[in-house]
Nanobody, 128 residues
Framework: QVQLVESGGGLVQAGDSLRLSCAASGRTLNNYAVGWFRQASGKERESVATISSSSSSTIYSDATKGRFTISRDNAKNTVYLQMNNLKPEDTAAYYC?????????????????????WGQGTQVTVSS
């Protein structure tokens, strides 16, 4: 089982940028699709972005497309979420999750139930 730890959250103003990191241990992330999810207070957890295990495919939610970028550095066993032009509605706890996907390097997943390993989350708060 891969262990995930998120970092990089914080309090920022609207229009600012943040980069979240998802560091893995226990196993290499090379064979895992990795997704970022967020959950605002009182709302359901939603998919933000996913990167396939080969890094050849990415997908974003409509709310984050064009502002957020997911990427991975296999040498550091880390996946990143670059968030630009942040808005107050981006305020949420952000979680990374991994799904073992060695046979489909291009496959993408967006349902929370697809992912077997989760981090503890990092809070992002955007003030207006």
């Amino acid at each position: 089982q891969v262990q995930l730890v998120e970092s990089g959250g914080g309090l920022v103003q609207a229009g600012d940028s943040l980069r979240l990191s998802c560091a893995a241990s226990g196993r290499t992330l090379n064979n895992y699709a990795v997704g970022w999810f967020r959950q605002a207070s009182g709302k359901e957890r939603e998919s933000v972005a996913t990167i396939s295990s080969s890094s050849s495919s990415t997908i974003y939610s409509d709310a984050t497309k064009g502002r957020f970028t997911i990427s991975r550095d296999n040498a550091k066993n880390t996946v990143y979420l670059q968030m630009n032009n942040l808005k107050p509605e981006d305020t949420a706890a952000y979680y990374c999750a991994a799904k073992f996907s060695p046979l489909c390097g291009k496959c993408l997943y967006s349902r929370a139930t697809d992912f077997g390993s989760w981090g503890q989350g990092t809070q992002v708060t955007v003030s207006s």
